[in-house]
């Protein structure tokens, strides 16, 4: 099993940048990939950035240019750095890894961008 810790969600205004972590613990011998996705209230979830095990990274075209994923393979955590944020970024943001054939999912942080 793999746990996962989210942090760094809040309040924070229009223009402004936070920066989420997801820590994965437990049984990791080959994380394969690791992302964010996020859920509006009455919207499905959606895929905002991922980074695989090589490096190689994709994002939302939606936050491109605004958001950066990184991962330090040390410690087995994935950062998203959230600049220049908009209303419409407003969320509950889920990390996810993968491993082998099976996907684990973060319990979810809030990120609310409001004046």
């Known amino acids: 099993q793999v746990q996962l810790v989210e942090s760094g969600g809040g309040l924070v205004q229009p223009g402004g940048s936070l920066r989420l972590s997801c820590a994965a613990s437990g049984r990791i011998f080959s994380l394969y990939a690791m992302g964010w996705y996020r859920q509006a209230p009455g919207k499905q979830r959606e895929l905002v950035a991922a980074?695989?095990?090589?490096?190689?990274?994709n994002y939302a075209d939606s936050v491109k240019g605004r958001f950066t994923i990184s991962r330090d393979s040390a410690s087995n955590t994935v950062y998203l750095q959230m600049n220049s944020l908009k209303s419409e970024d407003t969320a509950v943001y889920y990390c996810?890894?993968?491993?082998?054939?099976?996907?684990?999912w973060g319990q979810g942080t809030q990120v609310t961008v409001s004046s």
């Open positions: 980074i695989r095990s090589g490096g190689s990274t």
């Open positions: 996810k890894v993968v491993q082998g054939t099976r996907v684990y």
